[in-house]
């Protein structure tokens, strides 16, 4: 079992950059792929970025490629979302996801693949 909480969120002007975390309980947690994702009202949940349980490698969503970087720290049992650039349009609900993984490459990038989720944190970007 894995419990993972968001923080970070917040309001931020367009332009501007916030850094979100996610703190994962558990003693196993460079097992796990991570991945944020996120969901706007209205909208189905989409697949902002993941990493492999080193964090060697990463992808990211078209939209957010270049402006957003994920990366993590498996002593602190802690991933993050660095996010600069911020337009409107990434005003989200941003979720962190954890897949359990005996691939330590591999990149996950589907609601359905991961195991755990956390509860969200609430990035508003203004225009």
């Known amino acids: 079992q894995v419990q993972l909480v968001e923080s970070g969120g917040g309001l931020v002007q367009a332009g501007g950059s916030l850094r979100l975390s996610c703190a994962a309980s558990g003693r196993t947690f460079s097992s796990y792929a991570m991945g944020w994702f996120r969901q706007a009202p209205g909208k189905e949940r989409e697949f902002v970025g993941s990493i492999c349980r080193s964090g060697s490698t990463k992808y990211y969503a078209v939209s957010v490629r270049g402006r957003f970087t994920i990366s993590r720290v498996n002593a602190k049992n802690t991933v993050y979302l660095q996010m600069n650039s911020l337009k409107p349009e990434d005003t989200a609900m941003y979720y962190c996801?954890?897949?359990?993984?005996?691939?330590?490459?591999?990149?996950?990038?589907?609601?359905?693949?991961?195991?755990?989720w956390g509860q969200g944190t609430q990035v508003t970007v203004s225009s």
């Open positions: 996801a954890a897949e359990f993984d005996l691939n330590q490459y591999r990149v996950p990038s589907g609601v359905t693949e991961y195991d755990y």
